[in-house]
């Protein structure tokens, strides 16, 4: 694959090898020396339009790790500021000689803009394109879910077959959750999107608005809290936080009720106390942590393929 | 003024027949006519010249988009002899003197007439009345009003204009569009939009303004005139509201005839449009709505925007395409070459209705003998790969890369050729 | 396409048997040794020497064979066609300490070997890393050199050499092809 945009550009076999190389790059993290030469004389950028420290810290060290010249790019104070576009501000970049692009931006669809509109001929790599998808947070998700599932070390060549994931929250506005059903779908799981009515996207399979009931019915093995965003309170998306969390978070009550194995994931960061308990995060049952230092390792698979199958597709 | 037949020529009515023009006018119409020249047009459709009742011209303000003089050479192109100009300019055609500069413009540059419309609120703002009687006292003569861009929100501002406008036999044209369900909006709100992560644009946003407008205008007994059409729900609406003679007409835009909102999932600016692209469903209600007269006219609404406006992601684009070159081609595919309907039909959909709408008299006439010769001749035969190039400045064009039925031949302007043997005349008419 | 046999079966079989011998004497014995075969013929070659010492009697630590995937140490990832990445297998002793001896099918560049050395330290120290090839073909492009070799077979760079063993090839030879 020339860019990594969307999981649905991912079929089965390209996305269990990705989580295979995703495994073998966390071996490398947890060794000795964090440190592989396969990337050693390029250029990646972090071309950041939208505020995240997060994500593009995690993008940083997994270029470092595999010996490559990372550039931070963020918008603010930028020329950008000053109105210029992204195609310029991309060009202007790519002259100076970059090998990868990693592109987190606030418009959906910027990320296949930059990649296929020939601007540049460089990779590109989604980070997050508005509400469209965010591809390397799905990926960590899965790394996760088949480590917690199938044991850690006996993850290779393994799909989640038959999972069953409740993703919870503003799905609508959530590039997460998008990027989440399409991958767990061709991995073979069972998704299931739960919210407010006025937060469940159209068109999509298996929604349902009662938390306390769906829970019971699905009996899910991972529940995914996605963050809500107060702002959408004054769209009127919802009356209240309080409301919200009464009727969608994930109280100790109602964690309580779930499965003694059942896995609690959230992509950061987290309204403690609002869309998940403080205990049910801290709790023994979170791969949230864990969900961090994974996304290190995706990354570094997702670069190191990006880069080996570059030439190939040249030649 | 020259003198010339157009020999053999068919009519929307199917008669073959030589048309004979003598100093702008229609001279004679019969058979084995003789003039100084006698072009032949075997196999050609001669149609009265097409009015667009939507049009974009850009200027003032917006030159680098389009001008009056490239905006009247694609329209003459695409079989135009009139073009009602929208007036989101800048400055903003909210009074007698912006209107009076498009309107001499248009004779400047000679290739179709320039018919300015009047905004309804000053500056487009939706709060106070433009001067809408100066407007229409003045040299341009104004009959159609449109805040077109925006939609004229508050219902007491609605009122009142249709109210005055009334008096001297003008109408308000709404572009129906709640800003409040429409907040930010990218395209038709939908599965597609749901997957894309493109913020939606209800239906309902624009069916629920037109059923507001069309109970206005019966309570007023006034006249309405709805800018292009988008839904299977506002077809419904319009069809109700003829049904109970209450007065009002309604458009439709090639684009909408044609293309869903599929098209953005390649997230190509080109296919962002206001109102956006729906689904199968509509275009087929649409189509149907043109055949059976609930839909009036086709217009264009050629909106043309410079490549930085649109070489760009999705969000930080301009919403238009341009329309003027392809419509009659996409007219002659929903009407003629699908069955449905007929010459006859294109004819008062591109040229008597709009006319009508718009008190236009020296276009949209029948072809008989005495009136104008505002005419265009179009070669049905041919099927075009759209180029995305055209004769307009701009070139946002959705319909690059597809083959269409049609090409125009000759636009006869007042007896003027703007068109001749396919080719843009280099000088307008003067 | 010119294709030659340079080495048969039985000639395979001799030169196992003959660097299975040389690395008992040069190591005196089995004491600390760690044999690591390099993806992927490099493990089928480990296993049968690892098979003819066993088959001599010698007494081995229950876990001394392993294998070392070097594909993710590479760094010319760009220019070679992307292989793989296999799981690597350290045996349970470590090789802190240890005599590892490194086994791959053909010694070319050196590229390989220097990546594996790259790899190695990943998993601990050993007291000395000792090189086994069947083929030593010459083109060395670092100053790299094997301490076992099958074959010394000085080719030029037009010339392709292929090593087929039976459970992954179906025979057992080495050819050249130009």
């Known amino acids: 694959m020339m860019h990594l945009l969307s999981t649905a550009d991912l079929n089965k076999d390209d996305a269990i090898s990705l989580l295979d190389l995703s495994d073998e790059m966390a071996g490398v993290n947890e060794r000795g020396l964090r440190k592989l030469p396969s990337l050693r004389g390029k250029t990646v950028v972090n071309l950041f339009f939208e505020d995240s420290t997060r994500t593009r810290v995690s993008f940083e060290i997994a270029a470092k790790r595999l010996s490559a010249d990372l550039i931070n790019f963020s918008a603010k104070g930028s020329s950008v500021s000053k109105g210029e576009s992204l195609k310029d501000t991309a060009q202007t970049l790519a002259a100076g000689g970059v090998d990868v692009f990693v592109i987190r931006h606030s418009a959906s669809g910027a990320a296949l803009s930059l990649a296929e509109r020939g601007w540049t001929d460089v990779p590109v790599v989604n980070a997050g394109d508005g509400t469209h998808e965010h591809p390397t947070q799905a990926l960590l998700d899965a790394m996760t879910m088949r480590e917690r599932l199938h044991g850690l070390g006996a993850t290779r060549g393994k799909d989640l077959s038959g999972v069953k994931v409740a993703i919870v929250g503003d799905i609508a506005h959530s590039r997460v959750a998008r990027s989440n059903i399409q991958l767990l779908k061709t991995l073979g799981a069972e998704v299931h999107l739960i919210g407010p009515a006025t937060l469940l996207p159209s068109g999509f399979d298996n929604t349902h608005t009662d938390l306390d009931e769906a829970l019971t019915k699905i009996k899910p093995d991972v529940v995914m809290m996605l963050r809500i965003q107060l702002e959408r309170m004054q769209s009127a998306f919802f009356p209240s936080a309080g409301e919200y969390s009464r009727f969608w978070g994930l109280t100790e009550e109602r964690f309580a009720r779930l499965s003694d194995d059942v896995v609690i994931m959230h992509p950061g960061p987290m309204n403690r106390g609002l869309e998940i308990a403080s205990l049910v995060a801290d709790s023994r049952n979170s791969a949230i942590v864990r969900q961090v230092a994974n996304g290190i390792s995706v990354r570094m698979a997702v670069l190191y393929n990006l880069v080996s199958q570059e030439r190939q597709i040249n030649e | ?430 | 396409m010119n294709s030659r046999t340079v080495l048969s079966s039985d000639d395979i079989s001799r030169a196992i048997t003959r660097i299975s011998h040389e690395i008992l004497e040069a190591n005196h014995g089995t004491e600390d040794l760690v044999i690591l075969g390099i993806p992927t013929r490099g493990v089928v070659l480990a296993e049968r020497i690892a098979e003819v010492i066993r088959r001599n009697g010698n007494a081995l630590p229950a876990d001394f064979l392993g294998r070392l995937d070097i594909t993710m140490y590479r760094d010319d990832l760009d220019r070679k066609p992307s292989r793989e990445v296999t799981p690597t297998d350290i045996p349970a002793g470590g090789l802190d300490d240890k005599v590892v001896v490194l086994v791959d099918d053909v010694l070319n560049s050196g590229r390989t070997v220097r990546a594996a050395l790259d790899a190695l330290r990943e998993y601990g120290r050993p007291r000395a890393v000792r090189l086994a090839v069947l083929i030593d073909r010459g083109h060395r492009e670092l100053p790299i050199r094997a301490d076992f070799v099958g074959k010394n077979l000085p080719t030029n760079r037009e010339e392709k050499i292929r090593v087929h063993l039976s459970s992954i090839d179906g025979d057992d030879s080495v050819r050249i092809e130009q």
Request: glycine share 8%; hydrophobic share 45%.
């Open chain 2, 1 to 430: 003024m020259s003198d010339f037949v157009l020999a053999k020529a068919t009519l929307p009515d199917d008669r073959v027949v030589d048309i004979k023009v003598v100093d702008g006018l229609i001279a004679e119409i019969g058979n084995g006519l003789s003039a100084t020249e006698v072009i032949d047009c075997t196999g050609l459709r001669a149609l009265p010249g097409f009015v667009d009742l939507h049009t974009h011209l850009r200027e003032p303000g917006f030159e680098q988009s389009e001008t009056v003089l490239t905006g009247s050479q694609s329209a003459a192109v695409g079989g135009y002899t009139a073009v009602h100009a929208m007036a989101n300019t800048q400055p903003v055609a909210d009074n007698a003197a912006v209107v009076e500069q498009v309107f001499t413009l248009g004779q400047k540059a000679g290739y179709v007439d320039v018919f300015p419309i009047g905004a309804v609120t000053k500056n487009l703002d939706g709060t106070q009345l433009a001067e809408l009687g100066s407007m229409h006292a003045s040299s341009a003569a104004v009959k159609v009003f449109s805040d077109d861009g925006k939609c004229v929100s508050d219902p007491l501002l609605m009122r009142r204009a249709m109210q005055y406008v009334a008096a001297f036999d003008g109408v308000i044209a709404q572009h129906a569009q709640e800003p409040r369900l429409t907040e930010g909006a990218q395209m038709n709100a939908g599965e597609i939009s749901a997957k894309l992560g493109l913020a939606g644009w209800p239906a309902v946003a624009e069916e629920s303004i037109i059923a507001r407008d069309v109970l206005l205008a019966k309570s007023l007994d006034a006249r309405l005139h709805i800018c292009h059409l988008s839904t299977a729900g506002s077809v419904e609406i319009i069809r109700w509201a003829k049904s109970q003679g209450i007065k009002v007409t309604a458009e439709v835009t090639p684009h909408h005839l044609l293309l869903t909102d599929d098209l953005a999932e390649s997230y190509d600016p080109v296919y962002k449009v206001n109102p956006p692209l729906r689904t199968k469903v509509d275009v087929q209600a649409l189509r149907e709505a043109l055949v059976d007269g609930t839909i009036d006219i086709v217009a264009t609404d050629h909106a043309p925007h410079p490549s930085e406006a649109k070489d760009c992601e999705w969000a930080a684009a301009a919403f238009g395409m341009v329309g003027l070159e392809s419509a009659a081609s996409v007219a002659q595919l929903v009407l003629v070459d699908s069955g449905k309907s007929n010459w006859a039909r294109l004819a008062e959909v591109m040229s008597h209705a709009p006319a009508r709408i718009a008190g236009d008299e020296t276009h949209g006439r029948e072809i008989t003998v005495g009136e104008p010769a505002n005419l265009t001749l179009i070669d049905p035969s041919v099927s075009r790969a759209i180029e995305k190039q055209t004769s307009s400045k701009s070139q946002n064009n959705p319909y690059a890369g597809l083959h269409l039925p049609g090409a125009v031949k000759h636009t006869i302007f007042g007896g003027y050729f703007t068109v001749r043997d396919f080719e843009l005349a280099e000088q307008g008419r003067h």
